[in-house]
């Protein structure tokens, strides 16, 4: 069975950070693309960024320079750490991956920044 499991979630201030942390098991990452995205409260989810098999990684504009995303092959874990968090930031954040293997989500982590 497949799960992906999303923690590092919680409540921080504006301009603070937070790391995100995706782990799979039944599915190796290695050959996948691997994604974040966000659902804000009353929004549709939005990507926030990505990382495929070779490292390219690609983000939305709001996030370049603020946000990066990693892949700990080893550990089957992909990580998204967040800087200078804004309110409108808040929301529920989501790992996807997708490849040969199928497409699988997370259930997701809370994050919340106050202003």
């Known amino acids: 069975q497949v799960q992906l499991v999303e923690s590092g979630g919680g409540l921080v201030q504006a301009g603070g950070s937070l790391r995100l942390s995706c782990a799979a098991s039944?599915?190796?990452?290695?050959?996948?693309?691997v994604d974040w995205y966000r659902r804000a409260p009353g929004k549709q989810r939005e990507f926030i960024a990505s990382?495929?098999?070779?490292?390219?990684?690609n983000y939305a504009d709001s996030v370049k320079g603020r946000f990066t995303i990693a892949r700990v092959n080893a550990k089957n874990t992909v990580w998204l750490q967040m800087n200078s968090l804004k309110p409108e930031e808040t929301g529920v954040y989501y790992c996807?991956?997708?490849?040969?293997?199928?497409?699988?989500w997370g259930q997701g982590t809370q994050v919340t920044v106050s202003s």
């Open positions: 996807n991956t997708w490849g040969s293997q199928g497409e699988y």
């Open positions: 039944g599915i190796t990452f290695g050959d996948n693309v």
């Open positions: 990382i495929n098999a070779w490292n390219i990684t």
